[in-house]
T-cell receptor, first 118, second 116 residues
Framework: GAVVSQHPSWVICKSGTSVKIECRSL??????MFWYRQFPKQSLMLMAT?????????EQGVEKDKFLINHASLTLSTLTVTSAHPEDSSFYIC??????????????FGPGTRLTVL | AQSVSQHNHHVILSEAASLELGCNYS??????LFWYVQYPGQHLQLLLK??????LVKGIKGFEAEFIKSKFSFNLRKPSVQWSDTAEYFC??????????????FGAGTQVVVTP
């Protein structure tokens, strides 16, 4: 089946530093990747949609300069949390799909990355 | 605000009991509907989905869901649960509009605990 990996699985960083999270589709080419954020005991909130070779589309309220997304290849998307602060601590999950923007195609989810900012 | 609502945050039941999880959405147009499951320590997995056609859809592991358009509902059911069904269940919706292309909107999730 389609497998999506994330690296790292958890990261602890100091306030003010930047953290990069990778999302890889291991056995398929992902035309579209999505980044979600999940707070404890809450649902996944879509942050941005990333299409290979183009700029990411951010959801309302998500700071583009804070959460930099790069989708440089069909198997890799990265999320960089710049100048991280404690309020950015969360569980970040990516998903990937092949085909037209995931409408009729299943999104395959990564295992998530736990970010803790001290 | 437009949203996806799951009625129960926590459900505890015994093995062999029947399970029904409620999901309602508030979007007025055409939608695609999904149920995802997250087992402890694992990533989200698709249980089943509805795009069109027969409103009663069958998924993996004996789960099924019924789309009732008039009620804006997509409830998940399983006639007889097993201990291995302990997990968190998420209902999700994709609105079929140009600005929501492929974007999953998730409910808050329901934590299901099945006791032996």
């Amino acid at each position: 089946g389609a497998v999506v990996s994330q690296h790292p699985s958890w990261v602890i960083c100091k306030s003010g530093t930047s953290v990069k999270i990778e999302c890889r589709s291991l056995d398929f080419q992902a035309t579209t990747m999505f980044w979600y954020r999940q707070f404890p005991k809450q649902s996944l909130m879509l942050m941005a949609t990333s299409n290979e070779g183009s700029k990411a589309t951010y959801e309302q309220g998500v700071e583009k300069d804070k959460f930099l997304i790069n989708h440089a290849s069909l198997t890799l998307s990265t999320l960089t949390v710049t100048s991280a602060h404690p309020e950015d601590s969360s569980f970040y999950i990516c998903s990937a799909t092949f085909g037209a923007s995931g409408i009729y195609n299943e999104q395959f989810f990564g295992p998530g990355t736990r970010l803790t900012v001290l | 605000a437009q949203s996806v609502s799951q009625h129960n945050h926590h459900v505890i039941l015994s093995e062999a009991a029947s399970l029904e999880l409620g999901c309602n959405y508030s979007y007025g147009g055409t939608v695609n509907l999904f149920w995802y499951v997250q087992y402890p320590g694992q990533h989200l997995q698709l249980l089943l989905k509805y795009f069109s056609g027969d409103p009663l859809v069958k998924g993996i592991k004996g789960f099924e869901a019924e789309f009732i358009k008039s009620k804006f509902s997509f409830n998940l059911r399983k006639p007889s649960v097993q201990w291995s069904d302990t997990a968190e269940y998420f209902c999700a919706v994709i609105r079929m509009t140009t600005d929501s292309w492929g974007k999953l909107q998730f409910g808050a999730g329901t934590q299901v605990v099945v006791t032996p």
